[in-house]
């Protein structure tokens, strides 16, 4: 069952509990993954879409049953995007760092020069570098591993001992203030070109593929779970169990204010979407991407009578995306996603599409 963070306001602290903007479902039927995805779609909203390592732990949860079709297919037409490992860093081309004449197709993996760490070099994934590891948590945040592996093998290490490649210029800036800017060895970094789509069109640049049984050529083009919660790949024609997905938000595009909005959700579904932390967020935001208008309304509010921003639910705000702008006056105001994903204050006559939960 799927659940999404619950806050709870206790004499001014935030207990977290969990609850989900969407549930998996294991169908035990075999088929083909074309067939699989359309029963999805008939019965619930389509193939399941992973985001991050919490889903990859709730599917394993789900069921007993390894060799499960899930959303991912080899693309074969359009653009194949450059992402980063970590689950919500944002690639940006503006901001990349690429040696001159790079990056080279078809090398689908990054790599810092050996002469200098502040120039990045495409190469092939199944060559072998030693690595950058990033960790969110503790007093150090980066750890070079003397170890070379493959680019999949040093994304395992660093999932399975830290929190992931090191990911996003920001991450790369502040490691290469740390250490020498050259030295004889090239190392991989969290960049990747993504050759494979989700079924439902999300572009969340999570992969989880086993590196010692992944296949990426042939006709092995579409992926499916494992014992170990990683993931392969297999001929999409052979016959397996597969996972849906149920989607627990929705986007309305009509344009109400913030009170109609929310008067609609209840009326209609169950309520103003909450976010409570980042997992939320990046599936929200989503949605919001989709918007008719530049904002969407979110079912957050703010009352002049205790001076704070509150859910609908009435959980206290513990996590937040504020924009850095200057804040707003007066007492009718209310939350707003922009496209992009940051939350704004708006006043709550303004007529905006919005997000309900189901």
């Known amino acids: ?51 991050d390592m919490r889903d990859v732990e709730r599917l394993r949860n789900s069921s007993q049953t390894t060799g499960a079709w899930i959303g991912l297919q080899t693309k ?106 050259s030295s004889d060895e ?10 494979w789509s989700w079924s ?16 990426d050529e ?18 999409c024609t052979n016959q397996k169990p597969f996972y849906c997905y149920d989607d627990k938000v929705i986007l309305i595009k009509e344009n109400k204010t913030w009170d109609e909005a929310l008067d609609y959700c209840r009326e209609n579904h169950r309520d103003l979407v909450s976010i409570t932390d980042r997992h939320q967020q990046r599936w929200v935001e989503k949605r919001a991407k989709m918007a008719d208008t530049e904002f969407v309304w979110l079912g957050m509010r703010y009352t002049c009578t205790l001076d704070l921003w509150f859910w609908v639910s009435n959980r206290l705000v513990c996590y937040h995306n504020w924009a850095p702008e200057d804040k707003m006056k007066g007492c009718d105001r209310a939350t707003a996603m922009k496209r992009e994903g940051k939350w704004y204050e708006r006043k709550e006559g303004n007529f905006l599409n919005f997000i309900c939960a189901l």
């Open 200 to 215: 439902d069109g999300k572009n969340f640049s999570f992969k989880h593929w086993d590196p010692d049984s992944f296949e």
């Open 1 to 51: 069952m799927q659940w999404s963070l619950f806050v709870l306001i206790l004499m001014g602290q935030c207990f977290i509990f969990t609850c989900h903007l969407y549930e998996y479902h294991f169908i035990q039927k075999e088929m083909p993954w074309d067939e699989a995805q359309s029963y999805c779609r008939e019965n619930y909203t389509d193939l399941a879409t992973v985001s």
């Open 218 to 235: 042939g006709n092995k083009d579409c992926a499916m779970t494992k014992t170990n919660g990683k993931w392969s790949s297999d001929i």
């Open 76 to 181: 074969t037409e359009g653009n194949k995007p450059w992402r980063w490992s970590l689950p919500g860093v944002e690639y940006k081309e503006s901001e990349a760092l690429w040696e001159n004449e790079e990056p080279n197709d078809p090398e689908n993996c990054v790599k810092m020069d050996e002469n200098d760490y502040r120039k990045w070099e495409d190469e092939s994934c199944t060559d072998k570098n030693k690595f950058i590891c990033y960790n969110e948590t503790g007093q150090h945040k980066y750890f070079v591993i003397d170890e070379p592996k493959n680019w999949l093998q040093a994304q395992s290490y660093c999932r399975e001992n830290h929190t992931d490649l090191v990911s996003g210029l920001e991450q790369i800036e502040e490691f290469t203030t740390l250490i020498d800017q």
């Open 186 to 195: 090239d190392l991989w970094i969290g960049l990747f070109r993504d050759t």
